[in-house]
């Protein structure tokens, strides 16, 4: 988690502290102004320790939201419409985490005392939601699950207890594309990178820059009703290597025919259309759904690899690895199958060795690229 409470204090410390030794420095025999400078710089340093010490306290503090809508996805998955209870309560802290990558925040099940995290969507209207305070979650219902069951069995009007931000991983302005592997409720980080890379970028940022950003995602559900009117983008031409045959002879596989494609498309599917349709040709997506024997596999991951843009990243060009990257979110199965396990190191979760498909095609298609398991 990244505290941005202490990252700000450093900062405006920083600033203070190299102001008032330019001062101390440029006007040595004036000791009524140093005294000066040394009081303002401690005063700056004190502010901005009581900014970080307000911001965590509305970070860690549990708020009041009203559940104002559900909207079934699937038998298993619904979208929860929250509003603040108090609209003057602070929206600002999660304006930041949209800009900054992948956040969560976490509910409490108040007879139990017990907290999990849920992942927001990002908002369809950012002005609309920034006003009334409103937040959105794809929430799996696990019926053996304390939490989520509490949450799918709750009326429309009860209250919610949330906190948060904790931001989980930050893109950087460095990050041009990413190939993002999301598994189940995982799309909704592979929204958040969307909302981050195309829509929530600080105004500096230039439109050369934002055209020149790439995202790829790749979204497996068990079920084709999680995903439902999805229709995968085409893969890039000749992006796989050949392959011997039974003859011996090299063939390319061909694609497994697709199931008739749905009229009605859940929200999710909306949502990623919707994007697709403000950035041609910079989001692409692809579904995998196992009930009809469609997976990620190697050629998939392969594939997905070659999306990568190499004309800015041919060998030779110095860039540096933030730039592309491969993100993997889902279940810990999922993520494993993919890339290899998380690791437990101290009581703390680790990144662990990247293995499995993602190493594979790494190996067979050499880039330049950063991998992390979200
Ligand atoms: C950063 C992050 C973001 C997340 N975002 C989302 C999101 O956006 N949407 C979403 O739906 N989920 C999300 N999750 C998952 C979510 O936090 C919960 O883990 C999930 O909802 C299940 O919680 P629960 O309390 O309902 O289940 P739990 O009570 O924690 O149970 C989980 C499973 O373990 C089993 N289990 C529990 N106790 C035992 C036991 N003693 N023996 C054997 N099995 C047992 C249960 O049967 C159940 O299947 C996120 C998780 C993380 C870490």
New binding site residues.
């Given amino acids: 988690m990244l505290e941005r409470g202490t990252e700000q204090v450093h900062e405006s410390f920083e600033v203070a502290m190299a102001w008032a030794m330019e001062a101390a420095q440029l006007h040595p025999p004036n000791r009524a102004y140093r005294r000066v400078a040394i009081g303002v710089a401690v005063g700056t340093g004190l502010y901005a320790l009581w900014q970080a010490y307000v911001y965590s306290l509305k970070r860690d503090s549990f708020v009041a939201y009203t559940l104002i809508a559900k909207e079934p996805v699937s038998s298993t ?1 619904s979208i929860f419409h929250l509003a603040l209870k108090q609209p003057d309560h602070n929206y600002e802290i999660y304006k930041d985490a949209w800009r900054r990558g ?1 956040w ?1 925040v976490h ?1 409490k ?1 108040p007879q139990l005392q ?1 907290v ?6 990002p908002p369809i209207d950012e002005k609309t939601a920034e006003e009334k305070g409103e937040m959105r ?15 799918h069995k709750l009326r429309i009007g009860a209250d919610i207890e949330m906190r948060g931000p ?1 931001l ?1 991983y930050e893109l950087t302005p460095e990050v041009r594309q990413v190939v993002f592997f999301a598994g ?3 799309i ?2 592979a929204l958040q990178v969307a909302h981050a890379l195309f829509e929530g970028r600080r105004p500096a940022e230039s439109d050369a820059v934002n055209s020149d950003r790439k995202l790829h995602i790749l979204w497996a559900n068990r079920m084709r009703e999680d995903c439902l009117g999805g229709v995968s983008d085409d893969p890039p031409a000749e992006s796989l290597p050949p392959k011997p045959s039974w003859t011996g002879f090299f063939t390319n596989p061909k694609r497994k025919p697709s199931p008739p494609i749905s009229e009605k498309k859940v929200v999710i599917v909306q949502d990623l259309e919707a994007l697709k349709q403000r950035y041609p040709g910079q989001i692409t997506v692809e579904y995998f759904v196992n009930a009809e024997d469609s997976w990620i596999d190697e050629d998939a991951v392969f594939r997905a690899l070659s999306r990568f843009d190499d004309k800015d990243f041919s060998t030779g060009y110095a860039t540096s690895r933030e730039q592309r990257q491969i993100l993997i979110s889902g279940p810990p199965g999922f993520i494993a199958y993919l890339a290899g396990p998380k690791e437990w190191k101290n009581g703390k979760e680790e990144q662990g060795a990247v293995s499995k498909l993602v190493a594979h095609a790494i190996s067979k298609n050499p880039h330049n690229v950063k991998v992390w398991k ?1």
């Fill in positions: 998955a992948i969560n509910f099940q017990i999990r995290a849920y992942t927001p969507l979650f794809l929430i799996r219902k696990d019926p053996h699950g304390e939490v989520s069951s509490y949450l904790n989980e189940g409720t995982g909704a980080p979200i």
